[in-house]
């Protein structure tokens, strides 16, 4: 096993992204997630790979297009602002099944908002955010570790299913450190026959494109693509149990939240309250089966995020409502507390909520 | 052992430097760590803080609030952290830049002229560090002894040369006693 090394989680991302065999970054900086592109910026030209920094998001966006059409792994990152600058691009990628990795370390919105730490672009990440039924690959690392790991999942999830994936991550992980072990070089290369890499007069040519005038044949693609989205559906929710076993109350959480959420838990079981976390991995596909699984054994859920409640819908409609879904939550930058978290578990179990 | 360290001062004091040692240094002795800083306006010389966590545990939330060990390089920062620390807690003022006392008696302060002695060594800025090694004589946080290589990881390859001047600072700050000649804020 290689060392455990300290780094930043922007910076883990960036590494691990290097090592699944990206070799073309295109970003426009933004706090809090500049280091990527800083990383990028220090590593690329001694691999022989491309950092660019674009004049726009829109246009690091359409770099990216241009390479993944091209069939080569590449990657963009930004925060909440430039994401949703991005988001026409991210449609086009998605309408012309092309995979990516975009990567938004959130801060507090809407708007030009702050630079803190936030989790309130789950909506745009997960139900849309461009225009068109689609779905991106949404994944939430909750450590320095999974900010490496997932990016090297997100790449092998995207070349599968052919569409492009997020790291949906925010400022804390960003910016922490903690010790990570660095994946292995892949040194696997994926077939792409789709790809735009010259026909040499051997083969027909590949065509990537949105556009379909004819709606019949529109509609036939996107229903071809919605089976891609049922297996992934079926295959690909992740999330991590806690205490879940002997547990009355479930709080979901992802990322920080559930960082934060894991302490007040600590600090409940030692006075007797049986909580206990489901923390989704991916947040597209949620991970329903396992919430409602949950909902057999618990008596209440209560999600933790960091925004005004968005993620709560999903744990709604996870479990078709049978049991009620409490929401603990800060939003603008601000983050819950551990003892926020066990006011609302006291709260319930108290019969307040 | 789940110890939480918060350091705070202005930017450019070496906050997150200091702390980014303590954290390598707990890695290397085997430690479950993590290392939070302040970000954005701050590193351009507003109020820097980082949170460091040591641990035997895995780390829940990076974020500390309630901090065991707290050390402080500016008034600011006292004013803002004295209440939040733990009854019990170690606290480490740099008394050259803070000049009032601690206001609670349920915590355990340490008061250390840094930026004085760091001035009068002539390594200005190297301060922090000096606040650094009284804060793991008397924590036991990390090993002293062991020093030398969570600086080697922290200190750029570029500076190497400044290692022995950090090492210097730790032991200045290892073996400061009040009320000897360097105390000259008393």
Redesign the interface.
């Known amino acids: 096993m290689s060392e ?1 090394v ?1 780094m930043k989680g922007n910076e883990a991302i960036a590494e691990a992204a290097i090592r699944a065999g990206c070799r073309h970054y295109f970003g426009y900086p933004i ?2 997630q500049t280091e990527v592109a800083a990383y990028m910026a220090k590593r690329m030209p001694k691999i022989g790979g491309t950092f660019l920094q674009a004049e726009s998001e829109i246009a690091a966006i359409n770099m990216v297009y241009g390479v993944s059409a091209a069939g080569l792994r590449v990657m963009t990152s930004s925060s909440s602002p430039g994401i949703s600058l991005k988001q026409e691009g991210i449609s086009y990628l998605a309408g012309s099944d092309l995979p990516a990795l975009i990567v938004n370390v959130q801060r507090g919105g809407p708007g030009l908002g702050g ?2 730490p936030s989790q309130s672009d789950y909506f745009q990440a997960t139900k849309g955010g461009g225009h068109g039924d689609y779905h991106l690959i949404v994944l939430a690392p909750a450590s320095v570790q999974e900010m490496a790991d997932l990016t090297v999942k997100a790449f092998e999830l995207a070349d599968r299913y052919r569409m492009p994936a997020m790291i949906l991550a925010d ?2 992980m960003g ?5 990570v072990v660095l994946p292995e070089e892949s040194g696997v290369t994926v077939e792409k026959p789709w790809a735009l890499t010259g026909t040499k007069n051997q083969r027909s040519h590949n065509i990537v494109n949105s556009l379909y005038l004819v709606p019949e044949k529109l509609e036939s693609i996107n229903l071809e693509r919605y089976k891609r989205y049922e297996a992934i559906m079926k295959n690909e929710p992740s999330c991590e149990s806690y205490l879940m076993e002997d547990a009355e109350i479930c709080i979901v959480a992802f990322g ?1 939240a559930a ?2 959420a ?2 007040a838990i ?1 600090a409940a079981r030692a006075k007797g309250i049986r909580v206990g976390l489901i923390r989704p991995i991916t947040l597209w596909p949620f991970p329903s089966e396992a919430v409602a699984e949950a909902a057999k054994r618990v008596k209440a859920f209560i999600s933790v995020e960091l925004s005004m409640g968005q993620m709560i819908e999903d744990v709604r409609l996870a479990q078709s409502c049978q049991r009620p879904v409490y929401l603990c939550s800060r939003t603008g930058g601000m ?1 819950p ?2 003892e926020d978290v066990m006011e609302s578990i006291e709260k319930l179990t108290g019969g307040e909520l | 052992m789940y110890t939480q360290i918060l350091i705070a001062g202005f930017g450019g004091q070496g906050i997150l430097f200091a702390g980014k040692f303590l954290a390598y240094q707990g890695l290397i002795e085997g430690r479950q760590i993590s290392w939070l800083p302040s970000y954005g306006p701050e590193m351009r010389g507003g109020t820097a803080n980082c949170s460091v966590i040591v641990a035997d545990t895995p780390v829940g939330s990076p974020i500390v609030s309630k901090p065991d060990i707290l050390a402080v390089m500016n008034l600011p920062s006292l004013d803002r952290y004295e209440s939040e620390a733990v009854p019990g807690a170690k606290v480490f003022v740099d008394s050259t830049l803070v000049e009032r006392r601690l206001e609670r008696e349920d915590v355990t302060p340490y008061y250390i002229p840094a930026t004085k002695l760091a001035k009068d060594s002539g390594m200005p800025s190297l301060a922090n560090m000096i606040l650094m090694g009284k804060l793991i004589r008397e924590t036991g946080i990390v090993s002293f002894k062991d020093i030398r290589r969570g600086l080697e990881k922290v200190v750029s390859v570029r500076h190497q040369d400044l290692l022995e001047l950090n090492l210097k600072a730790l032991s200045m700050g290892y073996d400061y006693k009040p009320g000897t000649a360097y105390q000259l804020n008393p």
């Open positions: 455990k300290l706090t809090p630079i803190q400022g804390t910016q922490m450190m903690e010790p920080i960082r934060v894991k302490n600590t983050i507390s551990p």
